[in-house]
């Protein structure tokens, strides 16, 4: 799989690497000889201080271990909320977002992940979330459109927006850019539509993936893509995603133990795992 495969797909893993309390850019290199080909770095809310330092540090890391960074995670969390109805919020998010976008031009990455809303949203809000949610996405995906960067809005899960394809295409209709689709996350589409459902009804581009598995509906327990005790049917769902995914990385989110720094076992579980995924998909 990846690096070490002729699949045209590549192999890449969504972790916190940097810009969070005990973890530095030299954790990277635990990936060194592994099949991953890329990350997906997640700018932890904690930390918006962007330190430059730290991501050139890491980009050459990343260069010296031959992987390369596919997208930059947004934080997460109320006060990055672009549904917020508090204005000031809203403004705060954009104002990050320069620093968003300068991280993703140090790291070489091609895309950066947001949310539409981090918190619940009722469903007499949801027209007013949505359109204030477009308003400053728009801005965004302006600036990342000037620097040449995709934006990948994820589906989200139970109250949140995007929990389903009518509410994201939607979304991404108000936004009106060309640079902007969907991050498809399918343990948070089964807990709301159904990850068939889903890709059956969408109709923006899915520019970036995030493949999990779910161990109990409705809970965030999740597991590697074909566990005894996941619940999503790959072998189904596989062929949909390959039709409908503009993207040409297979991205890993799997949280081991509820944190999102892999380790070592972890990356090996993650390229065994990935080879009877490269042997599905190739097999299409």
């Known amino acids: ?24 850019p030299e954790a990277l290199k635990r990936l060194a000889g592994s099949a991953l080909d890329c990350v997906e770095v997640i700018w932890h809310p904690k930390f918006c201080d962007f330190d430059i330092e730290i991501a050139k540090r890491t980009t050459q890391i990343l260069r010296d271990i031959d992987v390369t960074c596919h997208s930059l995670h947004a934080p997460a969390g109320e006060m990055f909320d672009p549904s917020s109805e508090d204005a000031s919020i809203r403004n705060h998010l954009l104002e990050v977002t320069k620093l968003f976008i300068e991280g993703a031009q140090i790291l070489e990455s091609d895309i ?8 619940g949203v009722s469903e007499s809000d949801r027209g007013p979330s949505l359109r204030r949610a477009a308003e400053t996405l728009h801005e965004v995906a302006c600036m990342a459109h000037e620097a040449r960067l ?37 343990a948070h589409a089964y807990c709301d539509c159904g990850v068939r ?4 009804a969408v109709r ?18 999740t597991c590697w893509p074909f566990a005894p005790d996941g619940l999503i049917d790959w072998e189904e769902i596989v062929p949909l995603l390959r039709e409908k995914t503009q993207s040409d990385v297979l991205m890993y989110e799997v949280y081991q133990n509820g944190c999102p720094d892999p380790t070592q076992d972890d990356i090996a579980q993650l390229c065994a795992n990935a080879e009877r995924m490269k042997t599905l998909w190739d097999s299409l």
């Open 1 to 24: 799989m990846g690096k070490h495969s002729q699949s045209k797909f590549r192999l890449g893993i969504s972790a916190i690497f940097f810009l969070v309390e005990g973890v530095r």
């Open 112 to 119: 950066i992940v947001m949310h539409a809303s981090n918190r």
């Open 150 to 186: 995709q934006l990948a809005i994820e589906n989200l899960h139970h109250d949140m927006l995007g929990r389903d394809a009518e509410e994201l295409d939607t979304l991404i209709d108000l936004i009106d850019m060309p640079n902007v689709g969907i991050c498809f996350d399918t």
């Open 197 to 200: 459902n889903f890709l059956k």
């Open 204 to 221: 923006s581009p899915i520019k970036s993936l995030h493949l999990v598995d779910n161990r109990l509906p409705d809970e965030e327990k």
